[in-house]
């Protein structure tokens, strides 16, 4: 049990023996330092319950609480808030207990969920844009967050690989293709031909229609048609494979929106039999006539013409997971403007009967410096390729800078590292649903809340680690002895990972896991500042590398868990 989790139940029995409820303990790290560790507001909230003064109620909850072997006694400050201070040898107990426990302090849910994670899920023949980038850094790292608290997750890439943009991808195949870019790099050459196409059909109501054609054809099976669907599909696929395996991204599942082609007309044919769905002016539609928010926004399951839509092939998703994987849960990983359209498809869902937790785990843009939706220099989606191919570069500038004699081949692994992480920490450390802007040279700064700054702090423990080597000093873990305020302040950050990584499931918002990590690294590099670690001697020089130790394996783990990687030297 976490020290945290141990003082919550301390004080849960504490209320159930002064007669209060015992499910109003809640323990946090305290908000203010400056009056204790932990704090509690057990007794503003079971005084408010029940009209009574907040801190009576706190002093009949401190004459039934027993604490004396983790804490100083506990105080009363303010509205009624119970404030810990941990005892120094109450703390060197814990972090001793997480330095041997193998998983950091990490204690896995007692029920472990089904989780499904769909995310990434970018179009073919359609370049990503910084959408589809946000939700493969965001999904990745909840996947690799919830299964490290044992959830069992099922990450699954929905690409849209069956849409209306298949008319004009396959005409310009037929008139346009230039084989040779689809060799070098068939992404590009695929959205070339589709805003070609799109392009020329603006003035062009013949084109327009022998497009649509090519699309029902498409529909219909044609051969032809059908092939190229297959090569262009394929060909993205091999360009997203390697975008991946750079990001070290990879899923469970590849069902793109294709795959569920068969299930749509018949799902719509039962949902209108079981008098889920109507027939409204051609078309059919699901209303919710008793919901204040979606009353005037039915969900269009298909269209007049016979075509099926977004929100249906997501019912059919929906249906196919619920019999494969039987989730507790699905979560979406996609940008903000889909609200409306998950609000329709799980109050859809709920109609046919589905149960699971659907979340839409939604979040907003990056911007450009002109705080507008981020576009490259043209006006274009940025695509993710190019992005990343460019953090790279820019980090093997800073890193040829910094560390000028480090062989080349280590100068371009450390900048692949870096200029990965720096992205992807940029991302993950904003609130998910704020906008953001873009910017290298905040990201790629190895001041401030930042991944280079991280990786840094892990480098430099790792850097202590060869010096005690090369000086014939032992480095196997002992004993934590804390004495020191500095070893105080870092002992505490280091003994709170495992309760973050449960906070950040509960919202997914590994923002929080990001906060946690620069305040795990600024408070090493105080205590580095303030307590000799090489330069001291016996029990205490063990103890404190054993220390630094611990906060580098949270580092490398915390940053894993936001799919960063660290460098051993940079
Ligand atoms: N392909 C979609 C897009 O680019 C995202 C799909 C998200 N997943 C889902 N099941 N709808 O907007």
């Not at 395996?245 to 007309?265: C, H, K, Q, T, V």
């Amino acid at each position: 049990m976490s020290l945290q989790s141990t003082l919550t139940s301390r004080v849960a029995s504490a209320l159930q023996a002064a007669g209060f409820d015992e499910s109003l303990a809640g323990v946090t790290p305290a908000a203010d330092t400056r009056f204790g560790d932990y704090q509690t507001n057990a007794a503003m909230v079971a005084a408010k319950a029940l009209k009574k003064n907040p801190r009576e109620v706190a002093a009949s909850i401190l004459s039934h609480l027993r604490v004396e072997d983790l804490c100083e006694v506990p105080t009363v400050a303010g509205a009624g808030f119970i404030n810990f201070k941990v005892l120094d040898a109450a703390l060197s107990e814990t972090l001793n207990g997480v330095r041997g426990d193998g998983r950091l302090g990490v204690i896995p849910v007692a029920s472990p969920k089904t989780i499904i994670i769909d995310f990434s899920s970018p179009n073919v023949a359609k370049p990503m844009h910084v959408g589809h980038i946000r939700s493969t850094i965001l999904g990745d790292s909840l996947a690799r967050i919830a299964r490290r608290l044992g959830h069992r997750v099922v990450t699954d890439n929905h690409i849209g690989d069956w849409g209306t943009q298949f008319g004009k991808v396959i005409h310009g195949w037929k008139h346009l293709l230039n084989r040779e870019a689809l060799g070098e790099a068939p992404i590009a050459e695929l959205v070339r031909l589709y805003r070609e196409v799109n392009a020329a059909e603006e003035n062009d109501p013949t084109l327009k229609e022998t497009v649509r054609h090519e699309l029902v054809k498409l529909q219909q099976g044609d051969p032809e048609n059908l092939e190229i669907w297959k090569q262009a599909v394929a060909l993205s696929w091999k360009e997203f494979e390697r975008l991946y395996g750079l990001l070290d991204i990879s899923f469970d599942e590849r069902l793109g929106e294709s795959f569920y082609n068969d299930a749509l007309a018949p799902l719509v044919e039962r949902l209108l039999n079981e008098g889920i769905a109507e027939k409204s002016e051609g078309a059919v539609c699901v209303f919710f006539r008793e919901s204040p928010e979606l009353e005037e926004k039915p969900c269009l399951i298909r269209k007049s013409d016979g075509g099926f839509l977004y929100a249906t092939t997501d019912l059919a998703t929906l249906e196919y997971r619920e019999q494969r994987w039987k989730p507790d849960a699905v979560w979406y990983v996609t940008g903000a403007p889909q609200q409306l359209h998950f609000e329709q498809v799980f109050a859809t869902a709920r109609r046919m009967g589905v149960k699971t937790d659907l979340r839409h785990i939604a979040f907003g843009s990056i911007l450009g410096d002109d705080r507008k939706m981020m576009k490259t220099r043209s006006g274009e989606n940025v695509e993710l390729g190019g992005l990343l191919a460019e953090a790279i570069e820019r980090a093997l500038t800073v890193v040829a800078g910094k560390n000028p004699d480090l062989p080349e081949e280590e100068q371009e692994e450390v900048a692949r590292i870096i200029g990965l992480g720096a992205v992807k920490y940029a991302d993950l450390m904003q609130h998910r649903l704020t906008d953001y802007v873009f910017s290298w040279d905040k990201m790629l700064s190895f001041q401030g809340n930042t991944a280079p700054y991280l990786q840094n702090a892990y480098v430099r423990i790792r850097s202590i680690f060869r010096k005690a080597e090369a000086e014939g000093i032992s480095t196997a873990v002992a004993t934590i002895v804390i004495a020191d305020p500095a070893e105080r302040a870092l002992g505490l950050q280091i003994i709170q990972f495992g309760e973050v990584l449960h906070t950040v499931l509960e919202d997914q918002r590994p923002n929080l896991l990001c906060l946690y990590l620069y305040e795990l690294a600024d408070r090493f590099h105080k205590f580095y500042e303030a307590c000799p670690v090489l330069k001291s001697e016996g029990a205490v020089r063990s103890s404190r590398l054993t220390l630094a130790g611990v906060t580098a394996d949270i580092l490398r783990e915390g940053l894993g868990l936001l799919g960063i990687q660290v460098p051993e030297k940079m």
